[in-house]
């Protein structure tokens, strides 16, 4: 009997295992994937963060090129930035050294690259060029961070001489991190031309202390845009067109971008974004005028402190200021403020703090005695013309009216008495002839205690009113800065009124820079249209292109009837023979004499300013000069040949005629 069994079939899997399996593998895969990631953090996440860090980027300025400042040709460039090769070095690794702490042993390895290099600055410089030691290669590596930061590079020596550039592109490996970089370093024209005007630089780290920097270094650390982030070792314009424009001439500073470490520290690579260059600015100087204006101030003074004029020296007479305008523009054409410096030699300030600044818009003494007068200096007769205008517009006379010239003014209870220059009578004067002769008992008489009588306490503020409509006590508006609005002393406490009015009638009650004179002779020239001065006319790209065009701009105009305007033009006729002998153009002009009373060693002395303006010619009137000679004496004698000079210049560069001279 054969047993058979029949096989039997396998059972299916039950769906409730395959869910039970289905939840197990992914209980399985989330624990891997949470114990991994407590993992990463918990126990990776330390070495991450340091590995994240080793990959942060710091961004390091690379200066911009500055651009040139050119005289009113647009050709000869009175400010330029010249190429020059610096060295720097980056450090990786280091090298500070805590007080107290252990020796860094890397140390003794930056020793070692100053005194390579102190080395190599020995065989290759250039005869009379800076000494440097290896305690000034160390202070520039800046080792302890002291500086700047640890991954910036450190400039070493700017500057380098042909034979160390060549040394050092040749071995750029002798020291880690050492590279030749190529800078800028301002220059100026080698004959000096308006010196104060265009101004002078120093770093933006010494330069902090005026306002424009002050903002520039709180802003620095927020600033988004890396080509207006100011190093502390760039070089800014601190003074004159150098300051005033700062903006226009920098351009924008590049910058590397640089890997740092956990360490702070720089590595290799990185990308490189180059400088943009400033724009370029054609000011309103004509360097021949310029350079004319200024050796005729040097050969006046040494004239004056040499010869004897109404006999006596004028061995006081030191300095001397000078500003040329076009009438119609508001071109300035030449600004002289004399003694000046060169520009281009090492910053001395010892040798040059009574000369550095721009005595044309600024207040200054002549040294440190405080006994002498000062840049500003009272106008004397050169108000006269304003006075009689003054007079004529308030309806005290009329162009035609008479005066009887007795030689002096009395005015006040105490009959307080003034002379004409010198005890000069004058007999019969109208108001022409008033202004030319000179008369200050007829300004006193006529116009000061005439606005007495009629406003009382009230004419000093008439007077000033006059006085600012025509530019005298209030900005002129020049482009440059730290300009002074000069000093008034008609509203005096310790003054009357009356005596105020009186004494500033013939211009003694008010010290005005020699700017502000200019602008006030160009109203005398133009009937009335006070035009902001400028030193700029373009200002230019860097090929060339004009980015914008400074026109003439009014600032107010005074409106008075046209016979009024034409009899103190007339009036300004005052003999300067000696002066512009054989000048071959009518033209208007006023001297004054201002006097100041000064004190040395305890005792009283007085001096005399030579003050002139003038405008060329009468009729269709082109250039207006003024200027200042402090303790110059007689404005004929001190500052009328210089304006002479001055006139002569321009016509043979533009012509005071239809036609230029040339």
């Not at 971008?257 to 990185?270: Q, R, S």
């Not at 410096?341 to 040294?367: C, H, L, M, Q």
């Not at 250039?623 to 004496?633: C, I, S």
Request: neutral net charge; without cysteine.
């Amino acid at each position: 009997m054969n047993n058979h069994y029949d096989a039997e079939e396998p059972k299916p899997i039950s769906s409730k295992f395959r869910i039970n399996f289905f939840f197990f593998v992914s209980f399985v895969i989330f624990s891997v994937i949470i114990i991994r990631l407590a993992y990463m953090q918990f126990v990776e996440g330390p070495e991450l963060s340091r590995l994240q860090s080793e990959s942060v980027t710091r961004t390091s300025p690379l200066l911009p090129v500055r651009g040139s400042i050119y005289d009113s040709s647009g050709k000869i460039k009175l400010a330029y930035s010249e190429p020059i090769q610096s060295l720097y070095i980056t450090l990786y690794k280091n090298y500070s050294q805590q007080e107290g702490g252990p020796k860094n042993p890397n140390r003794e390895e930056a020793g070692q690259f100053a005194e390579k290099l102190y080395e190599v600055f020995q065989e290759f410089k250039d005869p009379g060029s800076k000494e440097f030691s290896v305690d000034d290669i160390l202070n520039a590596m800046d080792l302890e961070y002291r500086q700047t930061q640890g991954y910036s590079p450190r400039l070493i020596k700017s500057d380098l001489s042909d034979r160390e550039v060549a040394y050092f592109l040749q071995n750029r490996n002798i020291i880690p991190g050492l590279s030749v970089v190529e800078e800028s370093k301002r220059k100026y024209d080698k004959d000096g031309v308006a010196v104060q005007a265009i101004g002078y630089m120093k770093t933006f780290k010494t330069s902090k202390t005026l306002a424009k920097y002050k903002e520039i270094d709180r802003l620095n650390p927020t600033q988004t845009n890396p080509g207006l982030v100011y190093s502390e070792l760039e070089n800014v314009g601190v003074d004159g067109l150098e300051l005033q424009y700062q903006d226009v001439l920098r351009g924008q500073s590049g910058f590397k971008e640089i890997p740092i470490n956990a360490l702070n520290l720089p590595e290799e690579g990185g990308n490189m974004l180059p400088p943009e260059k400033g724009y370029d600015i054609i000011s309103t100087i004509n360097k021949n005028v310029q350079v004319q204006t200024e050796q005729a101030i040097k050969e006046q003074l040494n004239w004056l402190q040499r010869t004897p004029v109404s006999g006596k020296l004028h061995t006081n007479a030191k300095t001397a200021f000078a500003v040329a305008m076009e009438v119609d523009s508001g071109n300035v054409v030449a600004m002289a403020s004399m003694p000046d410096y060169d520009p281009n030699a090492e910053w001395d300030y010892e040798k040059i703090k009574y000369i550095y600044r721009n005595g044309t818009v600024e207040s200054f003494p002549p040294n440190d005695t405080g006994k002498h007068p000062e840049s500003t200096v009272l106008l004397g007769s050169t108000i006269k013309p304003l006075s009689v205008l003054i007079g004529l517009n308030e309806g005290f006379f009329a162009p035609n009216s008479t005066y009887q010239d007795r030689g002096y003014a009395e005015f006040g209870k105490d009959r307080t008495r003034v002379r004409n220059s010198s005890g000069s009578v004058y007999g019969l004067l109208n108001p022409e002839t008033a202004i030319t002769k000179s008369s200050n008992a007829f300004m006193i008489d006529m116009i000061g205690e005439q606005l007495w009588n009629k406003y009382n306490v009230e004419g000093i503020k008439v007077w000033d009113r006059y006085m600012k409509e025509f530019g005298l006590g209030v900005d002129t508006g020049v482009d440059l800065p730290k300009e002074f609005r000069g000093r008034i002393e008609y509203n005096q406490e310790n003054q009357s009124a009356l005596t105020g009015l009186a004494f500033a009638s013939f211009g003694q009650q008010g010290k005005y820079t020699t700017m502000q004179l200019a602008q006030y002779t160009v109203m005398l020239a133009n009937k009335g249209q006070r035009l902001e001065p400028h030193l700029v006319k373009e200002i230019r790209d860097s090929e060339g292109n004009v980015v914008k065009k400074i026109k003439p701009k009014t600032l107010n105009t005074a409106n008075y009837d046209d016979r009024y305007w034409r009899t103190i033009q007339r009036g300004m006729s005052t003999n300067v023979d000696a002066a512009f002998s054989g000048f071959p153009y009518d033209f208007a002009r006023k001297t004054g004499t201002s006097q100041q009373t000064i004190y040395i060693n305890g005792q009283s002395i007085n001096v005399e300013n030579g003050v002139f303006i003038a405008f060329a010619p009468r009729k269709n009137p082109k250039l207006a000069v003024a200027v200042v000679v402090p303790e110059g004496g007689y404005g004929s004698s001190s500052a009328a040949p210089i304006a002479r000079e001055i006139f002569d210049a321009y016509d043979r560069e533009y012509g005071l005629g239809s036609n230029p001279a040339k």
